[in-house]
Antibody, heavy 119, light 107 residues
């Protein structure tokens, strides 16, 4: 079965750090560009970051630039999101998502992991 | 950034109804427009890509149209499992942006 499984979410204080992981199974991660998309409680979907298939190119939303880092370990079939200097407004469910042949079409979604930033 | 505006924000309809959701982009995005369905507590699922291409496994009651700045998602005959929130998303340029969502509820 093709799936993405996120982990690493939790409660963290403002200014803290967290590292999310996304493990792929049933397909080879190295063939795909990968993204993180987040959704604050009761709100809509917001694109956060992307990386190309080998990790040599990364892009970020302005709201997280300089604080978040996307990376991947294709040998481990795993995507990461290192989140530093966390703010209350970063509270959200974080989804890892793959895009395939069609540009920017979010094909495979993980189940999401909740990040809560609160004191 | 390209702004995506959906209307309506919410919609009440009955089983068997035909419903249309519109999505407008703040600039031309050609046909780089995707539609997603999200049910409570679940990840979104892609329904339509490239404005009108139905994804595998998606019922033919769903259809999409449009190009440039104006797009529509139509459900020709609502089924119980269609009650959900729908999002449009532009894949023309980074940052990829979504509409604010349309919540489809049972009347």
């Amino acid at each position: 079965e093709v799936q993405l499984v996120e982990s690493g979410g939790g409660l963290v204080q403002p200014g803290g750090s967290l590292r999310l992981s996304c493990a792929a199974s049933g397909f080879t991660l190295s063939n795909y560009w990968m993204h993180w998309v987040r959704q604050a409680p009761g709100k809509g979907l917001v694109w956060v970051s992307r990386t190309n298939s080998d990790g040599s190119s990364t892009t970020y939303a302005d709201s997280v630039k300089g604080r978040f880092t996307i990376s991947r370990d294709n040998a481990k079939n795993t995507l990461y999101l290192q989140m530093n200097s966390l703010r209350a407004e970063d509270t959200a469910v974080y989804y890892c998502v793959s895009t395939g042949a069609a540009r920017g079409r979010f094909d495979i979604w993980g189940q999401g992991t909740m990040v809560t930033v609160s004191s | 950034d390209i702004q995506m505006t959906q209307s309506p924000s919410s919609l009440s309809a009955s089983i068997g109804d035909r419903v249309t959701i519109t999505c407008r982009a703040s600039q031309s995005i050609s046909s780089y427009l995707n539609w997603y369905q999200q049910k409570p507590g679940k990840a979104p699922k892609v329904l339509i890509s490239a404005a009108s291409s139905l994804q595998s496994g998606v019922p033919s009651t769903f259809s999409g149209s449009g190009s440039g700045t104006d797009f529509t998602l139509t459900i020709s005959s609502l089924q119980p499992e269609d009650f959900a929130t729908y999002y449009c998303q532009q894949s023309y340029s980074i940052p990829y942006t979504f509409g604010q969502g349309t919540k489809l509820e049972i009347k």
